[in-house]
């Protein structure tokens, strides 16, 4: 009878009517269409900063050696690295508006992202894709991997990739984040930030991320790192304007929180 | 204070009775033990049990008629109700009723939000299954390693490849890639259509994935992939075996054959003898590697021959097994004794009574007791075999090695240990070791121990008592007829019901008189 009167409405006024009707409907699109006005050039803020941790880089060593293929795309002993970190500053951080945002639908990605695999590792590591959107799984390796991924809000899924080939792939509603894993090569880890507007970064190698095309507001900002955690900040932006907004992990978190994915 | 409110929980309870849904009852009753009652796949048993239940609340279901990711339809949960979980603890429920299983079915979906706001599952159209072929199947093992299927599951199928010891299901548990020549244990059944879907669906919560998109970019075809299908299943006998409850022992003449590879064992067929984990005693143990052994046995009446084989995807100690084995014993029963330390040998024993054919009451199946011995075959990978008498588990003493005369030897070949193990008929030592008269049932048992998976002691496999037929030696009529065959296994099965029987009053007779020493042993 509810879902009746749900589906009546929805009809009617083309909105969402709350609970679960509200997370179909924002479902449905992924925050995006193709029409979707972007923000006025001349208004559009910037928010961008650094990451930096104050603890030592981990790694651990890769044994590649049931994939020689694979080996051989590495120089050296092939590494794993857990906590990429370069004279302080945290690459590998998934960054993004995490609220604020007005309720609209936004343009849609321009690129569809890629998550590649190749030298059994994934790349790149931290992958950013829009809810509702493709993006697309490669094997450039050529040699059997699974993807399976394992999402708490979203419904995940476990593929085989046994050759040189791509898969779409979409994640309907936004969560950050998911992980990635290749039961094959037990040492691949990835994970999928899903996020239903554009506003989002992964940190380079010196720490640094933008997001810019802000509309004016004031937002909260998150930093999501898959060993040392997430940070929050407000952040408020005027028209045009662009705010630094600098992340700091001190060097104990990473003691602190378990190993475990 | 419990008088008083007796009525109020009466009530409370009736009123909870007429709101639940219907389902409810009946997952209570058989389900919640080890699905728990919140459908979070962590009731009481479930600590117990590898792989773990199913976890409700994520919706993630391993067999479907449902892409990878997708829900499951209700028909696939009411077959997994119909069929069970081969392989796992899930047993079928022949018990509940259709309407039950309808109740508990729309119950069960009720854990998972998901089943709210996800689109109706659509099951995928698989088609039918072709006729197997010589070529049909060839072709399949070609994909099969083209594909690279043998990264887990291993060349010859036996869940032993390169990728097989590092293998977690969705909830960081290990998971072994399924023994292919073993399809009376696959979690989705054994037919061919069976493998074809989980192909084409993997096995969602495992490491198993969907090769669907293979089909879709082109990679290889429709036909192809039922060629796989039909490649697995060519891997495991026609039939389900069943177990042996006599193994014959064949009359050769002249040598007994003298490695594991020799020809003369062709001729002869295996007995399957079933193996489970070692449950009774502690240290217990819920996930053995060795589940099956196959017997083959040979005498010339100077000398008995048994040929063993088991599939173990570990040659141990295996340091690529290391991460493994720390992982297994920390998930499974910690606590009954701690996990030994140090590397772990591959072993394998064969269980005689020590005083066979003498008309005494069998043997404590596990080890024997202090009135009545066993005297075993223990052979280990890394030292070889050794006789020994034990009178219980704890309580096994090698045997005077003068007196040794079993030979032994192994191979290990893509997850498969193949034992050759020959002694003669007449034991020197009869006062410790058995002898093996000719044309008498002699009881037989078996353990196995897989040192990758951290067993050692009373963390095995085991049988319970089978018997071992050693054929006469005849002058003439060396052929026993079938119906002769038949009438003498019916006979020993009245046999070995008696003698459990009388076992059975025996043992309760002995707990009676001798409480002190039943509960030392334990």
Redesign the interface.
């Known amino acids: 009878m509810f879902s009746r009167v749900c589906s009546i409405v929805i009809v009617l006024a083309l909105a969402a009517c709350g609970g679960g009707g509200e997370e179909a409907g924002s479902s449905a699109e992924g925050g995006a269409t193709d029409d979707a006005p972007a923000v006025d050039p001349a208004q559009a803020a910037t928010i961008s900063g650094v990451v930096s941790y104050g603890g030592a880089a981990q790694s651990e060593n890769i044994d590649m050696s049931a994939e020689p293929e694979c080996a051989q795309k590495h120089s050296g002993t092939p590494t794993r690295k857990v906590v990429d970190v370069n004279n302080g500053k945290l690459r590998n951080a998934f960054v993004y508006v995490k609220e604020g945002l007005p309720q609209r639908s936004w343009p849609r990605a321009s690129e569809t992202p890629v998550l590649d695999q190749d030298g059994c590792e994934y790349k790149p590591h931290i992958v950013a894709v829009r809810a509702g959107q493709d993006f697309i799984i490669r094997n450039s390796d050529g040699l059997l991997h699974n993807i399976n991924a394992k999402p708490q809000t979203n419904r995940g899924f476990n593929v085989g990739q046994p050759t040189k080939m791509d898969s779409k792939k979409q994640f309907a509603q936004a969560e950050v984040m998911i992980p990635v894993t290749c039961e094959v090569h037990g040492w691949m880890q990835s994970y999928i930030g899903v996020v239903d507007h554009p506003y989002y970064a992964v940190t380079n190698e010196d720490g640094t991320f933008t997001i810019s095309g802000l509309p004016p507001g004031t937002y909260t900002v998150e930093s999501w790192h898959e060993k040392l955690g997430a940070k929050t900040m407000q952040v408020t932006v005027g028209a045009s304007e662009t705010k630094q907004a600098d992340f700091s992990y001190s060097g104990t978190t990473a003691m602190a929180m378990a190993r475990h994915h | 204070m419990m008088a008083t409110s007796a009525p109020l929980v009466l009530v409370m309870a009736l009123l909870a009775q007429q709101t639940a849904p219907p389902g409810k009852a009946v997952y209570d009753k058989w389900c919640a033990e080890c699905h728990g009652a919140q459908g979070k796949g962590n009731g009481a048993a479930a600590l117990t049990m590898l792989p773990r239940p199913r976890d409700f609340t994520q919706a993630?279901y391993q067999v479907r008629s449902t892409?990878?990711?997708?829900?499951p339809t209700d028909a696939d949960i009411h077959g997994v109700l119909e069929r069970g979980m081969p392989g796992t603890a899930m047993p079928a429920w022949p018990k509940l009723s259709q309407r039950e299983r309808d109740d508990v079915v729309a119950y069960l979906k009720t854990f998972s939000r998901?089943f709210?706001?996800?689109a109706a599952p659509q099951a995928l159209d698989f088609g039918k299954a072709p006729g197997a072929s010589a070529e049909r199947i060839a072709d399949g093992r070609k994909t099969y390693d083209?594909?690279?299927c043998w990264?887990?599951h291993g060349r010859q199928g036996r869940g032993d490849g390169?990728?097989a010891p590092?293998?977690?299901d969705?909830n960081?548990h290990p998971i072994r890639p399924a023994n292919l020549t073993e399809n009376w244990r696959f979690n989705g059944g054994g037919t061919v259509a069976d493998i074809y879907a989980r192909l084409r669906t993997?096995l969602?919560g495992?490491?198993?994935?969907?090769?669907?998109?293979?089909l879709?970019?082109k990679?290889i075809t429709d036909e192809q992939l039922w060629n796989v299908a039909l490649f697995v299943r060519s891997l495991a006998p026609e039939q389900q075996p069943e177990p042996s409850e006599v193994i014959r022992a064949r009359l050769i003449t002249g040598e007994l054959p003298a490695t594991v590879d020799a020809q003369a064992w062709e001729q002869i067929e295996p007995a399957y003898i079933p193996l489970v984990g070692q449950i009774i005693a502690k240290p217990r143990w819920f996930a053995p590697t060795v589940n099956t052994v196959w017997v083959k046995a040979a005498h010339n009446g100077r000398e008995l021959a048994l040929l063993l084989s088991w599939d173990d995807p570990s040659r141990s100690p295996d340091a690529a097994w290391d991460e493994w084995r720390t992982r297994i014993t920390s998930v499974m029963e910690p606590k009954d004794a701690p996990a030994t330390a140090g590397a772990l040998p591959d072993a394998f024993a064969v269980q005689f009574a020590a005083r066979a054919g003498e008309g005494r009451d069998l043997p404590y199946f596990l080890n024997g007791d202090a009135s009545n011995p066993v005297y075993l075959w223990q052979w280990r990978s890394d030292t070889g075999v050794t006789e020994m008498q034990a009178r219980g588990l704890d309580k096994e003493q090698a045997l005077s090695a003068d007196n040794a005369r079993v030979q032994a030897q192994a191979t290990f070949r893509d997850g498969r240990w193949q034992l050759l193990l020959r002694r003669t008929l007449s034991a020197q030592d009869t006062a410790n070791r058995a002898s093996f008269a000719t044309a008498t049932p002699l009881p037989i048992a078996f353990a196995a121990w897989d040192g990758s998976n951290g067993e050692s002691g009373g963390r095995r496999s085991i049988s319970s008592w089978y018997f071992i037929y050693l054929e006469q030696p005849l002058t003439a009529g060396v052929y026993i007829t079938p119906a002769m065959a038949a009438a003498i296994t019916a006979l020993l099965a009245f046999l070995l019901v008696m003698r459990a029987q009388k076992q059975h009053r025996g043992k309760d007779d002995s707990k009676t008189s001798q409480p002190l020493n039943t509960s030392a042993r334990e």
């Open positions: 993630r892409s990878s990711g997708s829900l998901f709210q706001s996800e083209k594909i690279e990264k887990c390169p990728s590092t293998q977690e969705d960081n993997g969602d495992t490491p198993m994935p969907s090769f669907s998109d293979l879709d970019s990679v």
